[in-house]
């Protein structure tokens, strides 16, 4: 492709003339205009020469390397396909998945005048010239910008764009059990999975002819690993206190291997050995503490510099003795290596769940690459990264030449039902992975969620901007807001017993924004003030001042035993009760002439397996997010 000089620099592209130095399109009959981020967004596909561009290089090229999710890259290109719209029906720029986005219109120059001298033997070098520097010049300041943000805001190496990885998977088609959260690793041909009650969490084993239970404990079980031969799980576990467990399968016996009650930010697990159990646990935020256990006598524990690390949450152990570990950071996750005693980090990356290591050292984490679920694999030697989509997985391990991935394909639907009809209403089929919902004072449907490989705020499915600074979305718990009121509040939980509120002004002035800790994630609305359980007791928010007062008062818990998660809920002059029941949940309400009693939603096929109820006044209905139709299997993934 030649790009004219600039006395001609208007170029053809189909049957549109693209004209960059008034940042325009225009077609015989009619001619639209173009926003900076079009024209650059363009301009760098036209210098791409229909080459495919990654999101990675868009993102250096056209947003100068600033963080950006994967969906802003599509919402860009999105927009720009509809100028084209606007003139012509011809396909102007083609989406490869898991590659990138090419312009698939041939780029020709137009000439401006006729006197142009076309017989100009070196013409087209010069032009050819120009488009090369052209096209270095918006790469170098790409990547001039993105290694100052990375230099300023992750200290990492940025990774060159994803390649292509296309494993063959396995899938065993077993019938396995909506409830439980299987581990990678079949023994034997049992499958070991925990589970979760009203009453307890356990751990057990699974064949084609039935579950039998091995363990189990009142409190809490996170962190579940197995070993590589699958004869025992090492786990945390959280009840009055906090303990490192590891359990033989076999016999059902469990040995404390050490306490965790000084970790103030949870832990990662990991085998790095046949008999040995690494954990590395987070002791505030500036240091990060790893320890050892073989066959139940702990090593002499290292502390190391947090280097960023705010929450371990996993680990793993590379064929030459090396510890890799993936934490939360304050923007996205990190993949970091132990080097001469240190913390370094290898990757940033938006988010990480597990990691396993191969027989020549390759690392394997599951997480979201972009838009898409599946597996990344980096390879230390070369610094390359290599992704293939899988589908959600939950657990990840290798053997034998081997990746065994515990998938898990789950559909979510954002239900609305009606009390007075009784009919249920799917305002949004799943998967929405909603982690909040509420309705503000004019009827609109907020909701904290995963779209395109990016968590955002939503309103009525439009993406509310301006709240990009919020980067730890992915622990939302809670939500509420108020449009007539302007301000939004975000529950997230950051550890297991501490929680964050956050109140922002929809103005998005800088100083109505407020953070504040608590020992819970419950508040109560009460007129112009919020009163939620702060590290020194009952606090409330003036929402029309913003200042914060001590009370003494504890505040009520909405939560207990009897009920599910977020109920009862509030609706007029009734209450709305959730009960969890052995085959789902039942809502019971009283004080409303027109409703009836009770009523079951037989989408939900766990007890209390919904989240985020919330009483939507202005429709008269209940809104929450139900499990539908789980679907769950063992892969295996043969590495090439």
Known sequence: MAVPQRDSENLRLGSVTFRPGVASLASKTRTVRLTPQQLRLLSALVAAEEQTLSKDRLIETVWEGRYVGGDAVARAVHELRKQFAKLTDDTAIETLHGFGYRLVVQATPIQSSPAVDRSAPDQASRTLRRAVWLAAGVALAGLT??????????QATRPGPLEPWTPTIEVKSLELHPAHEYLAAIPAGRRIFVAKTSLETWIGTET????????????????PRSSPD???????????????????????????????????????????????IGVAQSEGRDQILLREFNRGTEAPARRLAAEGCRIPVALTVDPEERTWLACHRLKGDGLYTVQDGRLELVHAYRSIRQLASDAEGQIYSIHEAGWKSGVTRFSPGTKRFAFAETGWVTDIAYDNGELVLARDLSGTDLVGFDVESTEPLVVEQGPVRSLAVAVDDRGGLWQVDDRGGSVGIYRNDQRVSGFEWLTELSLVVRLAVSV???WLWVTLREEPNSYVHLWVGLSLDPALRRRLPATTGHFQIQGQRIAFDGLGGRSTLDLTSGEVHLESDPLEPDLHSAICPGSPLVAGDA????????????????????????????????????????????????????????????????VP
């Open 484 to 486: 007539e009121q302007e």
């Open 230 to 276: 699958g004869t025992r799980v090492a786990f945390v576990v959280r009840g009055e206190d906090c303990s490192i467990v590891s359990l033989r399968i076999a016999t059902g016996e469990a040995q404390i291997l050490g306490n965790c009650e000084n970790s103030s930010s949870g832990d990662a697990v990991g085998w790095i050995g046949p008999n040995r």
């Open 208 to 223: 084609d002819e039935g579950a039998q239970r091995v363990w189990g404990t009142e409190g809490s079980i996170s962190h």
């Open 575 to 638: 209450e709305i009760t959730i009960q969890p029941t052995p085959s789902g949940v039942r809502f019971s309400w009283n004080g409303s002439e027109v409703a009836p009693q009770s009523w079951e939603d037989p989408r939900i096929t766990r007890p209390c397996g919904l989240s985020q109820p919330v009483w939507d006044s202005r429709r008269n209905r209940v809104l929450y997010v139900a499990t539908t139709g789980q679907y769950r299997d063992l892969a295996i993934v043969k």
């Open 145 to 154: 910008g993105s290694f100052w943000w990375w230099l300023v805001g992750s």
